[in-house]
């Protein structure tokens, strides 16, 4: 089946940093899914991207769609505490498939 | 607020047992999709109802079975329980934003916990 992966696993900055994660596939998505999870919550949408080299801006959030649709990133720039927690990638429909995450922790 | 109720919050119980959780979706939406998140698995899909029928499936144990009622919520029975279904348990309903496109908005989860 459909799988992404996502890397790093962890990541660990000073507050003011930048930070990135990105998601891989092997095949061609049909659109990408960022979530954030706070720790102790549940996983919040973020944004979906559809087309070819999509590029969408949230405030300091930055998403791409690669341009041929096998890959995504998010970037912040300047990270916040705030910040702090577990970005997903997902992929898919009905059946939303996750990455395995991107933990996110911040030194103030 | 995402919209999405479940309960409860907490559930500790012994192997073997089974447990119902319940999830009521965001007000209007039809559907409801189940997933599950673990510390090996991450989160999964498990299943979605659509109008009371069942739309989709993932990777669901045949010990677990799920429902949903006229109203619209829904409930996923866990039966003979066994360790490794410790998780969080998640219910999602579909959203859409002009700005942000289709995702899912998740319940708050129930965190069971087997013993």
């Known amino acids: 089946g459909q799988q992404v992966m996502q890397i790093p696993q962890y990541q660990h900055v000073q507050e003011g940093e930048d930070f990135t994660t990105y998601c891989n596939s092997s095949t061609t998505l049909s659109n990408i899914q960022w979530y954030k999870q706070r720790p102790g919550g549940h996983p919040v949408f973020l944004i979906q991207l559809v087309k070819s080299g999509e590029v969408k801006k949230q405030k300091r959030l930055t998403f791409q769609f690669g341009e041929a649709k096998k890959n995504s990133s998010l970037h912040i720039t300047a990270t916040q505490t705030t910040d702090v927690g577990t970005y997903f990638c997902?992929?898919?429909?009905?059946?939303?498939?996750f990455g395995q995450g991107t933990r996110l922790t911040i030194n103030p | 607020d995402s919209g999405v109720t479940q309960t409860p919050k907490h559930l500790i119980t012994a192997t073997g047992q089974r447990v119902t959780l319940r999830c009521s979706p965001r007000s209007g939406d039809l559907s409801v999709y189940w997933y599950q998140q673990s510390l090996d698995q991450g989160l999964q899909f498990l299943i979605q109802?659509?109008?009371?029928?069942?739309?989709a499936k993932g990777n669901i144990l045949e010990r677990f079975s799920a429902q949903q009622f006229p109203d619209l919520h829904s409930e996923l029975n866990l039966s003979s329980l066994e360790l490794g279904d410790s998780a969080l348990y998640f219910c999602a309903s579909s959203v859409f934003d002009r700005t942000s496109g289709y995702g899912y908005t998740f319940g708050s989860g129930t965190r069971l916990t087997v013993v």
């Open positions: 109802y659509y109008n009371g029928e069942e739309r």
């Open positions: 997902a992929e898919g429909a009905q059946k939303l498939v």
